[in-house]
């Protein structure tokens, strides 16, 4: 009798703190089946929200059977389970996590491998500048403007992102009485005040040339202003003209997708592009 009275001081003692009693299911697979519960209500939501009661007790049936469990089962145990708030916390921290890491995967395209984008699916390009016309701008000794003040820039940030590519093409002639060099420079400015210089050497001498400059910007540091000096001596230059200007901004279109806010921003912010053109056509 003295052990009888033990054993159910014993079993009163571990219910009192928080003992599992048989037909509750463990923690690990109550995680594992409130996990897939959520999946299924997910996938409900998606396929058809107006999906009758019969046919939602379908998806749950189908996490019952995979678990080896019952509605019942569940439906006891969860009862259970929120009887006991902390043991429950620690149940749907764990269906949190578990969560995550499923989100993970998917992404990562770990289901469905032949569907993962490549590196080149991911790049696009958006002009920030394309304006070609013949013979688009001329300056010469005799012009308004300064042949030495020809330059183009941009102090606006939002043309700039962290890790992208800028590429500049440029189509012109320059003319001089001699065969004479010249440099073209595009100038990058950091907000931390350092810079990047790309130039290409070439000469005067009439004849039409193509200039591409391209540069990635660096993921730890931010670009605010580009500036690109079309000719650096005007002494022995007679004459300019400019074909065509495009700058383009590649970018991954999956980490930094470029919505109709940013390109609003990009259309409407401050270049000295915008003016020039807007001079020559009126």
């Not at 033990?6 to 703190?17: F, K, N, P, V």
């Not at 019952?64 to 469990?69: A, N, R």
């Not at 259970?80 to 043991?87: E, F, N, Q």
């Not at 390109?263 to 020039?276: C, E, G, M, V």
């Amino acid at each position: 009798m003295k052990r009888i009275c033990t054993y159910i001081l014993l079993l009163l003692l571990m219910s009192s703190c928080g003992f599992r009693p048989w037909g509750v299911l463990s923690q690990d697979d109550m995680v594992a089946v409130l996990l897939d519960v959520h999946i299924a209500e997910a996938a409900m939501k998606v396929v058809d929200t107006s999906a009758k009661r019969i046919e939602r007790q379908e998806y749950y049936n189908t996490v019952f059977e995979k678990h080896h469990t019952t509605k019942e089962q569940f439906d006891k145990s969860l009862d259970w389970y929120a009887r006991h708030p902390k043991h429950l916390v620690a149940i749907y921290d764990e269906v949190k996590a578990e969560a995550e890491r499923l989100q993970e995967r998917v992404e990562a395209y770990e289901f469905h491998p032949d569907e993962k984008p490549t590196k080149k699916d991911s790049i696009a390009t958006f002009d920030l500048w394309h304006w070609e016309r013949e013979r688009l701008l001329t300056w010469g000794k005799d012009s308004i403007l300064p042949i030495d003040s020809l330059h183009f820039s941009i102090t606006d940030s939002n043309y700039f992102y962290k890790s992208e590519s800028l590429q500049l093409y440029l189509k012109m002639r320059v003319y001089a009485s001699d065969t004479v060099p010249f440099i073209t420079r595009v100038v990058y400015h950091y907000s931390d005040s350092l810079v990047d210089t790309l130039q290409y050497r070439s000469l005067a001498d009439s004849i039409c040339r193509r200039y591409r400059f391209t540069q990635t910007l660096p993921d730890y540091r931010h670009i605010d202003s580009l500036f690109i000096e079309l000719v650096d001596s005007a002494r022995t230059i007679e004459t300019v003209a400019i074909d065509s200007v495009e700058l383009n901004r590649v970018y991954n279109k999956f980490l930094y997708p470029m919505n109709s806010d940013i390109r609003s921003k990009i259309r409407q912010a401050n270049d000295s592009i915008k003016s020039r053109k807007l001079k020559v056509e009126s």
